[in-house]
């Protein structure tokens, strides 16, 4: 499989909240790194995970199955998700993939983690 | 010194085209006569999470060898000769500009004694891959992806699915067997794309991975749009429907006598 050409890196902004940056691009050879990503981040306590997509430089409709996928696994543990940052070009990819039915979309960090409860 | 702007139409992303533009619902254009047009025209296209069943991941695989092709080159006659390779009482009415994004296909499916009539939109193409979201309606809610890709110095042509069925009936009836044809669909679609480049008896892959073993109750309503049931309904009512249209428009045709 050819290198993914995304980086994710983790902040656990508190016990309750996790933010994963997205750099690069979301594809299905971005699995890996997104799984491990989603490990590293998943404190003990973690309730909601953030993505930040203001690094988001390309997306395919495989790397969309591979947020749906996460998605599952985040609300098996009765977790949720959220994301920040997408342009409006990627917000309207989440809402012609149906993605913002299930996904909050806000505009920044500060309103994600608002949601979140973060004090 | 002026700041440039930084408004998003500047920076278009590299995946900008690829994508459907925004449409609130699916708008079908001219088929052949004789293809049955039901279940597509005004339905919106749903994903996985707005499916019924249990999600499942599939993807069905097979290598071309011996072909000297680069993955561009099997996608592109994919796309151009996509309803040959469709199994025999199948048919995918594709639309006359090609499968670009956001163009929708007509499908119609012998489904034991029935014809099904649905359809697809096509979410996103590219040079190297495609993708198809379902309508309201079809057997099951999610994304078809078609792909290439250089393995092992080699080629490897593959269909992934990401589902649901649709509704509870369709959930039944994959339990029952359906799932098993289906994988038997997309494994003689792989057959019959390799066969295309001289790969006869071609050996397909299948890895089916259960993503979300839950149903999704709430999605339980989705059996009113149910593709299946509506195209029975409606074929059931041809007798009828036929001389009702003549009797309306005789009615419609009758000179109306003047008021005394």
Known sequence: ?119 | MTTPSTSSSESKPRDADNWAPRASSLRLGAVPSGALKLNVHGKQAVSPLQGFGSMWQKTYRVRLKGVSVLPTGVIKVWKEHFPEFWPKGNHFYGPLTGIAPGEVGLINMDVGPATLSTGVLVLYADEESFTFMTPQGHIFAGWITFSAHEEDEGVVAQVQVLIRANDPIYEIGFRLGASKSEDRFWQNTLKGLSAYFGVEDAEVETQAICVDRKVQWSQASNVWHNAAIRSTLYLMATPVRAPLRRMRKRNRQRPTSAAQ
């Open chain 1, 1 to 119: 499989m050819p290198p993914a050409k995304v980086t994710l890196g983790v902040r656990q902004v508190s016990a309750r909240a996790s933010i994963i940056d997205v750099q690069g691009e979301v594809t299905a050879f971005a699995e890996n790194a997104l799984m491990e990503a989603y490990i590293k981040a998943n404190g003990p306590s973690t309730r909601v995970f953030i993505l930040n997509f203001n690094g988001l430089e390309y997306m395919n409709s495989s790397g969309i199955g591979l947020l749906v996928t996460l998605l599952i696994r985040i609300n098996r543990q009765k977790q949720r998700l959220f994301v920040f940052g997408l342009s409006d070009h990627y917000r309207h990819i989440f809402e012609l993939t149906r993605l913002s039915d299930a996904i909050k979309m806000y505009e920044g960090e500060p309103e994600a983690l608002d949601a979140a409860h973060i004090p």
